[in-house]
């Protein structure tokens, strides 16, 4: 059983920065998981942001390439997303993922946290 929850989010204006916190609370090993960072806006399917691996391989949808950063500590069990020169197409509800077999809604084993509000507004 896995539990995720987030923390971070808010306004901030464009261009600005803003660090995306996520807590696990797990029974396993949480290196066997991928973790993720979704997003959604009202009336559209969830979105993949950015992925990490157990051995730290990354992945970032081409929108947020070199402006998220996406990390991982397992001693920790903290999943984060620093997101600098933020833009008002970033705002969303941001969800941390952690899925084993797969990623996202299509994983055998996927859990999510409650979401996190992120409002780019000048």
């Known amino acids: 059983q896995v539990e995720l929850r987030e923390s971070g989010g808010g306004l901030v204006e464009p261009g600005g920065s803003l660090r995306l916190n996520c807590t696990v609370s797990s029974d396993t090993f949480l290196s066997i998981y991928v973790m993720a960072w979704y997003r959604q806006t009202p009336g559209n399917e969830r979105e993949l942001v950015a992925s990490i691996s157990g051995h730290g391989t990354t992945k970032y949808r081409d929108s947020v390439k070199g402006r998220f950063t996406i990390s991982r500590d397992d001693t920790k069990k903290t999943l984060n997303l620093l997101m600098n020169s933020v833009k008002p197409e970033d705002t969303a509800v941001y969800y941390c993922?952690?899925?084993?077999?797969?990623?996202?809604?299509?994983?055998?084993?996927?859990?999510w946290g409650q979401g996190t509000q992120v409002t780019v507004i000048s």
């Open positions: 993922h952690a899925g084993r077999n797969g990623l996202g809604p299509s994983a055998l084993y996927a859990y």
